[in-house]
C-alpha cells in the first residue's frame, strides 16, 4: 500500500532535485520566533539512560516473530531538518534503540554494531555519525558501559557486494538474556530537501516511533509517502510531527532479493507544495518541462565545450565513434569529487567549492556527478548532436508509479543523445560502465525524457554476451592427488564494473587479499594463491583481468586406488546458490551475464582415466538460463580438457515473482550438481 498525506505549514514554490534552485527565505526575526515554540525534549536526548522496565529484563520470548534471535524492543528517532540557503539542507537524527538477545545465535549476530557513514556519490550527499554511546543490561539489571575508545572505522561488506564505512564497536559482556541499549547521531548534509524514515531492521521491531521537526527558513509544506504502511503524521506538538509503527518484522537476507526498500517498510518525509489537485499526467508533464527548462538554460555551448569537443573527436568520422570520444574523454577526464575513489579526505571535500558554471566545471576537471553528466550532454551539443536529459527511475528504490506524482523516485540524472532515428543512454558519471551500456541499476527501468513535451521510455537491458566472466586455467595434477598451474580471469561489462567499484579504493594489498579469498571460496582454503596480476582495473572499455598461479596440496579425493577429479576446479567447494526451502521475497539478479570457463588439467604418470561423462545441456526458456559443459581428454588421453558455458537473463528475464521459487531452486540445483561432475583415475 503506498500513502500520500501532507502536512502543508506554508505553500509558496517547490525545491528543484535535479539541479538546486536558490529559495526565498522568511522573515529572520519570525524564523527566530518560531523558533522559541520548539521543545527542548526534540532537540536533545535527555539524561544519558533510562530505567528499563522488569517487564523487559525479564522477557524470555519475542513477540513480533516466534523464532527471533533477537528483537527491537524499541526505536526512537528525533528528526530535526535545517536549511541555510549557503549550505544547502542539514538533517540530523537521534537514535535510541533498545535490543533484546534471545539466543546464541542473536548474541553473536549482535556482538558488533556497525553503523555507516561516507559519501552517497549519486546525490552528493554525505553521512555523518558521532556520539555514540552504548550499555548492555543483564537480567539481572546489572550494566556495562562501552568506552569511547572501543568504538573504531572499519569498512564493511553488505549482502549486495557494497561496500560502506562504518563506525563499530563490539558490545560488551554480553549474554543470552541481555538488553542492548545504543545512541548514536546521525548528520545528513549536502543532499536536497528529502529524509528516508527506516522502520525495519535485521531483527523485528516492537515499537519505532520518529519525531520531525520540520525546518523552519523553508516556505514550503512538509510532505510524507508511505511505502508498504499506512504511516501517519501526528502533530505532537507546535511544528513537532510524529510517526509510529509497531509489530515490524525483520528485513530477512536472502540471496538474489530485490532491493531492500522494495519489501521494506519506510516513509520518505519531503518538502513540496500541495499538488493534491493535479493530475500525475499533468504533474509529469509540467516536471518534465520545468527540468528541461532549467537544464536548457544550463547547457550552454561555447568556444570552450566546442573546442573540447574537436580535441575528443581527433579524426573520427562515423556519428557513433565521435560520441565514444566524447564519451571516454569525460569518463577519464572529469573527477566525480564524491566518488569513494576520489582519494580526497572528508576536510578536503567540505572544503570543496562548488563550480559556477559548466564552463568553470569544464576547466578545473572536476565536481559532482551532475557535473560530469552535464559536461558530458553540453560536449555532445557542441558536436551537433541532439541531446537531452534524462530523469531515470532505480532498482534500488521502489517500483515507479507513474499515477504518484513524486519525482524522488526518477532522481538518477542520465544523458540521452539522439542516434539515427532513436535515443541512445549515456551515464558517465558512473565510471566502469562501458560506452553503449547503461549502469544495472537502472536497466529496464522507465525514465522521463525531459523536453518541451516529455516522453517515458523503459530503458535498455543488456544481455548476457555483454557481462561476461570468463575463467582459464592451465593446470598439472601430482602423482600425490594436488593441483599446481595458472589462472585468468577475465571480466567485462557489468561483472567487470562491479568488481572494479569493489576494488577501486583499497591498497594492493588488500586487493589481492580479496583475489586470494574469492579463489579460496571456489577452489578450497588451503589454496595457496601466488603472483597475484591486476590488469585494467581503473579502465571502463576493456576487460577487467586477474592472472595468478595456484597450489592445492590435496585436490583429488582419493580412495583407494581411485582418484575423483572434479573438473570444474572453479565450483569445487561452492554450495548451490539457493540453499533455503522457503523464500521469503522476489527472485532479483542484477543484470544478464555469462560465465565460460576454459579448463585443462594434465595427469601425472602412472594414471589412467577410469571414466569421463558430460552433464546433459540445459535450456530453460521460462527463466532465461543455459548451460552446457563438456568434459573429454586429449587425443593422448594424458589431458582433461573442460569448457563449460552458462549464461543467465536470456531475453531479459532477470526478475521472478517468489512463487517460482521452487523451479528456480530446482534449475539452480540441477546446474550444481552438472559443475559437480568428476573424472575418475585409476592409479596404475
Known sequence: MQLVCSIILRGWYAVDFLWGENMRSINSAVTIFLALLIPLAVAGQGKRWEAIPDSELSMRSPKVEANADAEVLFWEVRIVDDYNQRAGWKTVLNHHLRLKIFTERGREMSSKVDITYGNVSDVSERLDVKDIIARVVKPDGTAVELKNEDIFDREVVRGNGIKFKAKSFAVPSITVGSIIEYKWKEIRSGSYNYSRIELAREFPVQYVKYYIRPAMNVPIGIRLHSIKTDGQFREESPNVYSTTMTNVPSVKNEPNMPSEYRIKPWVLVYYDNDNANQSAEDYWKERGRDRY????????????????????????????????????????????????????????????????????????????????????????????????????????????????????????????????????????????????????????QFALILDGEPVWRQLPVAGPSDSVVKRSARLNLTADGGLEGDLEIAFSGHAAAAQREFLDDDADTEREKYIRDWIKGRIGDQTEVTSIEIVNLLEHQ????????????????????????????????????????????????????????????????GSAVESVESPEPINDKTFGTRYSAEIKLSENRREIIYKRAVSIGNDGLLSFSRDNYVSIKELFDLMHLADSRSVVLKNE
Do not use: H
Open 542 to 605: 576493456t576487460n577487467l583481468i586477474w592472472r595468478c598461479k595456484i597450489r592445492n596440496p590435496a585436490y583429488a579425493e582419493k580412495t583407494g586406488k581411485r582418484s575423483f577429479v572434479r573438473t570444474n576446479i572453479f565450483t569445487k567447494v561452492a554450495g548451490p546458490k539457493f540453499v533455503s526451502a522457503y523464500r521469503a521475497y522476489d527472485i532479483q539478479f542484477p543484470y544478464a551475464w555469462s560465465e565460460i570457463d576454459d579448463i585443462s588439467i594434465v595427469l601425472p604418470d
Open 293 to 444: 527548462d532549467k537544464f536548457k538554460g544550463k547547457l550552454k555551448v561555447n568556444d570552450e565545450f566546442k573546442k573540447a569537443a574537436v580535441e575528443a573527436i581527433g579524426d573520427a568520422v562515423a556519428p557513433e565513434e565521435k560520441l565514444r570520444r566524447i564519451y571516454d574523454r569525460c569518463v577519464r577526464g572529469f573527477q566525480n569529487v564524491f566518488d569513494d575513489a576520489s582519494g580526497l579526505t572528508p576536510d578536503q571535500l567540505a572544503d570543496f567549492k562548488p563550480n559556477g558554471s559548466l564552463s568553470e566545471a569544464l576547466k578545473r576537471g572536476k565536481g559532482g556527478w551532475l557535473d560530469k553528466q552535464a559536461v558530458f550532454a553540453t560536449m555532445a551539443m557542441a558536436a551537433g548532436f541532439d541531446v537531452r536529459m534524462v530523469a531515470a527511475s532505480s532498482k534500488l528504490e521502489p517500483t515507479l508509479d507513474r499515477n504518484q506524482a513524486n519525482d524522488y523516485f526518477i532522481r538518477y540524472v542520465m544523458v540521452a543523445v539522439k542516434l539515427g532515428d532513436d535515443w541512445r543512454f549515456f551515464s558517465p558519471s558512473s565510471p566502469y560502465t562501458p560506452f553503449g551500456m547503461i549502469p544495472d541499476m537502472v536497466e529496464g
